[in-house]
């Protein structure tokens, strides 16, 4: 199994570019997740989904969407860039199921600087 | 690669000691918890788990404590190597809105010096 595959790995946009990172997963998780990272910092949820067809926003979902057509892609839409936007994006999926543990796996980050 | 923990509370430690890494957690219905490590410029990676209906839980290395009356986490790695300086966050499970989400602490950095 490649896990959680994220691409690209980096980034530079300028201010106003839209851009939508990539995100797979082959575990057939039913959960997958959206965080940034800033430096220094912990763990922000942008936006989660539950299933195909199924999203929700997290605590910092302003400036981006998502949308799940499938149960292993997860794409992460940044419209009108701002360099608040500027931070490491991670992808993680999960069963999301007691039998099965809560355990997130994580895909390597995407590097996105606005400038 | 991206740099984690510049501004989060730092652990210093000897190599070959014991560490132990704290986290309180906020809400009394959590039924599952984890520790992750993160190295600089990756992802987090998973290191232990624990559920509500357990007290402590071993693996190879490490440790994890859970007080459910004063909600306190604890991550005890033993024998601490070089290979284990990273940002260690704690995780708890709460299900919410209908669905389960982990609610990630902010993170303690470990340091290991030779």
């Known amino acids: 199994n490649a896990g959680v595959t994220q691409t690209p790995k980096f980034r530079i946009l300028k201010i106003g570019q839209s851009m939508t990172l990539q995100c797979a997963q082959d575990?057939?998780?039913?959960?997958m997740y959206w965080y940034r990272q800033d430096p220094g910092m912990g763990l922000k949820l942008i936006y989660y989904?539950?299933?195909?067809?199924?999203?929700d926003k997290g605590e910092v979902p302003n400036g981006y969407n998502v949308s799940r057509s499938t149960t292993e892609d997860f794409p992460l839409r940044l419209e009108l860039a701002a360099p608040s936007q500027t931070s490491v994006y991670f992808c993680?999926?999960?069963?999301?199921?007691?039998?099965?543990?809560?355990?997130?796996?994580f895909g390597p980050g995407t590097r996105l600087t606005v400038t | 690669g991206e740099s984690v923990g510049l501004h989060l509370p730092t652990l210093s430690v000897q190599e070959g000691d014991n560490s132990i890494i704290n986290c309180a957690y906020s809400?009394?219905?959590?039924?599952?918890f984890i520790w992750y490590k993160q190295e600089s410029g990756k992802g987090p990676q998973f290191i232990i788990d624990?559920?509500?209906?357990?007290d402590k839980r071993q693996g190879q290395r490490v440790t994890v404590l859970l007080n459910k009356t004063v909600k306190h986490l604890s991550l005890q790695i033993a024998a601490t190597q070089p290979g284990d300086s990273a940002v260690y966050f704690c995780?708890?499970?709460?299900?919410?809105?209908?669905?389960?989400?982990?609610?990630f602490g902010a993170g303690t950095r470990l340091a290991v010096h030779p």
């Open positions: 993680a999926s999960s069963y999301g199921r007691w039998d099965r543990g809560y355990e997130q796996y």
């Open positions: 575990m057939n998780h039913n959960y």
């Open positions: 989904s539950v299933g195909a067809g199924i999203t």
């Open positions: 809400n009394s219905a959590s039924d599952y």
């Open positions: 624990i559920r509500s209906n357990m």
């Open positions: 995780a708890e499970n709460l299900f919410s809105g209908g669905y389960n989400k982990l609610i």
